[in-house]
């Protein structure tokens, strides 16, 4: 494929993905942002003993939380203890005023120990979940592996790598083990993406939802080109990072120079 060829494939595409993400969102992605909205957000002190105590955690809840959310606890689990704040009154000793009961009580912060557990502890109705890419990559993974090894980044493959499927480390790009094939292509384009785009001087010119916007855009345009199915995935990854027309459109050239430069590494070599 030559550079201009990629370069329309890149300018159509783009403007494919603009007009998905001003369209608020698929239902799955509307659905996904609600249940997340249910569950509660741990202080980093909780966060660790989550972490001691079930390093694999990746979603938890209380045993009520989780029955509204249409899913039990399954028997013989054990809970992970948390820290919780409890606002406890201490009465006012008697002749100290007329006030009405509990008014001028004194708040005494407390702690104590309540248990969650992890979404793997748990059955029932499945948590909603964003659209993946599918498809059959038909051998461009092994052309875009030679394209990143040419660029001197090593790939390596983890089952411990949080709840990413991918990480960018600056030389480095490290894939959740067994992702199925599609899913492998477009991540790997992705954090590619972050180390051409975001491990330069131009990161510090950049927030969180620029370089989520940037390297998914590319995902979507590289993948898009080699026929993937990609539906609502991309659109709604970036709209989960807060990306929109403007972040998109002031990112237009560095999108589309990425894109066009891996399009044409993976086409001409084959």
């Known amino acids: 494929m030559k550079v201009e060829q990629a ?3 890149a300018d159509q595409a783009l403007n494919q993905l603009i007009a998905a993400v001003e369209a608020g969102g698929s239902d799955a992605f509307k659905a996904y942002l609600a249940t997340m909205a249910r569950f509660h957000r741990y202080s980093f002190g909780n966060v660790m003993m989550i972490a001691m105590q079930r390093p694999d955690a990746t979603q938890v809840a ?8 249409g899913r039990y606890v399954k028997a013989g689990e054990r809970g992970i203890a948390i820290i919780a704040p409890m606002l406890l009154r201490k009465k006012s000793e008697p002749g100290n005023g007329d006030a009405a009961d509990g008014e001028d009580a004194e708040k005494i912060l407390r702690f104590k120990a309540v248990y969650v557990f992890d979404v793997s502890q748990t059955d029932g109705q499945p948590l909603p979940e964003l659209h993946r890419v599918g498809g059959n990559p038909n051998g461009h993974t092994d052309r875009l592996k030679q394209f990143i090894a ?4 090593v790939l390596e493959y983890s089952s ?3 709840t990413a499927d991918g990480l960018s480390k600056g030389g480095t790009i490290v894939l959740r083990t067994d992702l199925p094939p599609a899913e492998e292509f477009s991540v790997l384009v992705h954090e590619l993406a972050h180390e051409m785009l975001h491990r330069t001087e131009r990161r510090k010119e950049t927030n969180k939802t620029v370089r989520e916007t940037e390297a998914e855009a590319v995902a979507f345009i590289v993948s898009q080109a080699i026929g993937l199915d990609t539906n609502s995935a991309c659109s709604d990854y970036i709209r989960l990072y807060n990306g929109d027309r403007e972040t998109l459109t002031e990112s237009l050239d560095f999108i589309q120079k990425s894109a066009a430069a891996i399009l044409e590494a993976i086409s001409e070599a084959s």
């Not at 209380?62 to 959310?69: A, I, P, T, V, Y």
């Not at 040419?150 to 980044?153: A, V």
């Open 160 to 162: 411990d790598i949080g």
């Open 62 to 69: 209380g045993f009520n939380r989780w029955k509204e959310l």
């Open 7 to 9: 370069k329309q494939l």
């Open 150 to 153: 040419q660029r001197g980044i």
